[in-house]
């Protein structure tokens, strides 16, 4: 069966499709919770990693040099994505969209230091890649901040702006979001913007602590943001009632409630967990990629 091909219709947008099959009261939330603070939900969860940890052992001697934490939770969050698109939703001009591609941000430490610069980086992801197709678009976009030439679109912006004068400053962000809302603003601009995209997650766990609840920003239409923390250790019980050492990592997420209902935010974690604690399956691309709702 030949695989159709959306066309763009009046109403859409540069970064998606707007969902027109929306119940009524999904149409009409956005409206009432107008900001994304307002409709701002949170979730912790932690993950026992002693397989986990085996895993990238066995793959940075293989040569996958520094894999890590951070591609693994990426790389999960692509996969239940392909599995649950709805988890790749946004809110803009009080409308609902399906984003057309899976953009990642996080921000990159120039140099291991509190006194480094700090950029934002924003990596494009396909839903059928692969922990190795994670590792690679992820470390070739931090390599090209960390290097000294790298040019990076989102410093070049904050840099201008920078130099306004706070009142001019105020009316340029008004404006940007004035253009936003009905989606005038240039695709360059969309591009280095680090508030729009379909995730921000941070690697705490780095920084040697627990992850924090990280709030949503009202500018933009970023809809998840996840915080991973430190490894910790725990004692339980196994089944022979003998106590054991356990490691698990923490982590927390903050997402807007008007893209999607509570059990489905319930269904994506599950899938989210599963995929933490499986990274094997995560080396191939998944079988099938579901499709949003139109």
Request: charged content about 25%.
């Amino acid at each position: 069966m030949a695989e159709v091909i959306y066309k763009r219709r009046i109403g859409d947008r540069k970064e998606g499709r707007q969902l027109r099959s929306l119940a009524p009261l999904y149409r009409l939330i956005p409206y009432i919770m107008v900001k994304k603070n307002d409709a701002s939900n949170q979730f912790a969860d932690s993950v026992e990693i002693t397989d986990l940890e085996k895993w990238l052992r066995e793959r940075r001697q293989q040569g996958w040099k520094g894999i890590g934490m951070l591609h693994v939770f990426i790389t999960a969050y692509i996969r239940t994505v392909a599995q649950c698109p709805g988890l790749n939703r946004f809110v803009s001009g009080q409308k609902i969209f399906a984003r057309r591609n899976i953009e990642i941000v996080m921000a990159v430490k120039r140099a291991m230091n509190s006194d480094a610069d700090e950029s934002m980086i924003k990596v494009e992801f396909e839903p059928t890649d692969t922990i190795y197709d994670v590792y690679r678009k992820l470390n070739e976009k931090i390599d090209e901040i960390k290097a000294d030439d790298g040019d990076n679109g989102t410093d070049r912006v904050a840099g201008m702006l920078g130099k306004l004068p706070g009142l001019f400053l105020k009316f340029a962000v008004w404006l940007l979001n004035l253009l936003d809302y009905f989606d005038l603003l240039p695709q360059a601009l969309l591009n280095a913007s680090p508030f729009h995209g379909s995730m921000i997650i941070t690697d705490l766990g780095s920084l040697g602590i627990p992850p924090i609840y990280h709030h949503l920003y009202n500018f933009g239409n970023l809809p998840v943001f996840i915080s991973f923390g430190a490894k910790r250790r725990a004692y339980e019980l196994d089944k022979s009632g003998m106590p054991t050492e356990r490691k698990y990592i923490d982590y927390k997420v903050v997402m807007d409630e008007r893209t999607v209902d509570g059990m489905y935010y319930a269904v994506a974690f599950k899938y989210l967990k599963y995929f933490l604690k499986n990274p094997s399956v995560l080396e191939y691309a998944p079988e099938k990629v579901a499709e949003d709702i139109f």
